[in-house]
């Protein structure tokens, strides 16, 4: 389901441009963290049902972003007939520019079906996978519930056989709903099934990188190039292959948060900041780690507001402490959840 829509949302995007692309991709990647919030939360009922109200709440979000981009990308073609950003106009344009740009397209389809051959045919592998992320939705594929995971101690003392426990037990639903919102339409647990997520995923960065690079104002090819580049990662593209990991959902939704964050800091688009604050949210609802990465956001926000003599202050400030810190021989403090830091 989940790698279906987001193809035919990339092929609309293609069509459409930069503004849909967009819409397609990055208000995709919103409503994948949103629903599953509200999945998680749904308590201890059918696990179909609870997908298929999550499921809903997906496609609302993706529906809303296309429709907003493609009432965008409509406005200001009639506004501006011959504007260049709207969508990909190749008329008077170079032909090796349009090869270029066709060469590059069908070369990053052939890696994501090679990548999708991977996924296809081999079997659950990554040694995360195997301890933490597929445990829960494989169990909750077989109950077909959502059974709580508990600690070790609570785990020994239940007598109903209702209950399991994993090492990172702790860790958040997110990135195990969405393996198991893939194996629903399978009808039973299926490792090809659970891995599929991960191609779409890959493919909403893809999308929502390209549209926030035509949305800045990148001409066509030059945001495709950017986009290759991107996706031809050797990490990333391991990442796919190996599905199971969920280094890739938090690198996924931090990147278009900071690249939807630099959007509203230079042009003042509520949207795109709204759509930053979404996804910055949704950083600690993927991993533990997220909530490192999450703070990151307000020594940006103070460095993108701030002007002058504030932000010197601000930076002389943090300098002192820095320092203050070093002479004293650092502190120690631990955070629930996150471990210890020194």
């Given at each position: 389901m989940a790698g279906g829509r987001t193809l035919v949302a990339g092929a609309l995007a293609r069509c459409a441009g930069g503004?849909?692309?967009h819409g397609a991709g990055v208000w995709r990647r919103a409503g994948f963290a949103g629903g599953d919030f509200v999945a998680a939360r749904a308590?201890?009922?059918?696990?179909?049902?609870?997908?298929?109200?999550?499921?809903?709440?997906?496609?609302?979000?993706?529906?809303?972003?296309?429709?907003?981009?493609?009432?965008?990308?409509?406005?200001?073609?009639?506004?501006?007939?011959?504007?260049?950003?709207?969508?990909?106009?190749?008329?008077?344009?170079k032909l090796?520019?349009?090869?270029?740009?066709?060469?590059?397209?069908?070369?990053?389809?052939?890696?994501?079906?090679?990548?999708a051959q991977e996924i296809w045919w081999q079997p659950l592998y990554p040694w995360d996978a195997w301890t933490t992320w597929m445990v829960r939705p494989r169990v909750w594929s077989e109950w077909h519930r959502l059974l709580p995971f508990v600690d070790p101690r609570r785990w020994l003392a239940d007598t109903t056989g209702s209950v399991y426990t994993i090492d990172a037990?702790?860790?958040?639903?997110t990135v195990p709903l969405l393996a198991l919102w893939s194996t629903l339409a399978y009808g039973a647990w299926n490792e090809t099934a659970?891995?599929?997520?991960?191609?779409?995923?890959?493919?909403?960065?893809?999308?929502?990188?390209?549209?926030?690079?035509?949305?800045w104002g990148v001409?066509?090819?030059?945001?495709?190039?950017?986009?290759?580049l991107l996706l031809s990662l050797p990490l990333l593209d391991t990442h796919v292959a190996l599905a199971g990991y969920a280094d890739l959902w938090l690198a996924t939704v931090f990147g278009l948060a900071v690249i939807a964050?630099?959007?509203?800091?230079?042009?003042?688009?509520?949207?795109?900041?709204?759509?930053?604050?979404?996804?910055?949210l949704a950083c600690p609802s993927?991993?533990?780690?997220?909530?490192?990465?999450?703070?990151?956001?307000?020594?940006?926000?103070?460095?993108?507001?701030?002007?002058?003599?504030?932000?010197?202050?601000?930076?002389?400030?943090?300098?002192?402490?820095?320092?203050?810190?070093?002479?004293?021989?650092?502190?120690?403090?631990?955070?629930?959840?996150?471990g210890e830091f020194r």
């Open positions: 503004h849909l692309a308590g201890g009922g059918g696990v179909a049902a609870e997908l298929c109200r999550s499921d809903h709440g997906i496609d609302a979000a993706g529906l809303a972003g296309g429709w907003l981009a493609w009432r965008r990308l409509w406005c200001d073609s009639e506004a501006n007939p011959d504007a260049s950003s709207n969508g990909i106009h190749w008329r008077g344009q090796w520019r349009l090869a270029l740009f066709v060469v590059l397209l069908l070369w990053l389809g052939w890696r994501l079906v090679d990548l037990w702790t860790y958040p639903y659970a891995n599929l997520p991960w191609l779409g995923v890959v493919l909403a960065l893809g999308l929502g990188f390209y549209g926030q690079a035509r949305l001409a066509p090819l030059t945001a495709l190039i950017f986009t290759w964050f630099f959007q509203w800091a230079r042009d003042g688009d509520h949207r795109q900041g709204w759509l930053a604050l979404l996804l910055a993927i991993k533990l780690e997220g909530m490192v990465w999450l703070l990151l956001f307000p020594p940006a926000l103070l460095a993108a507001r701030l002007r002058g003599w504030w932000l010197l202050a601000l930076a002389g400030t943090v300098l002192a402490l820095g320092w203050v810190w070093w002479l004293t021989g650092g502190v120690e403090f631990s955070i629930p959840g996150l």
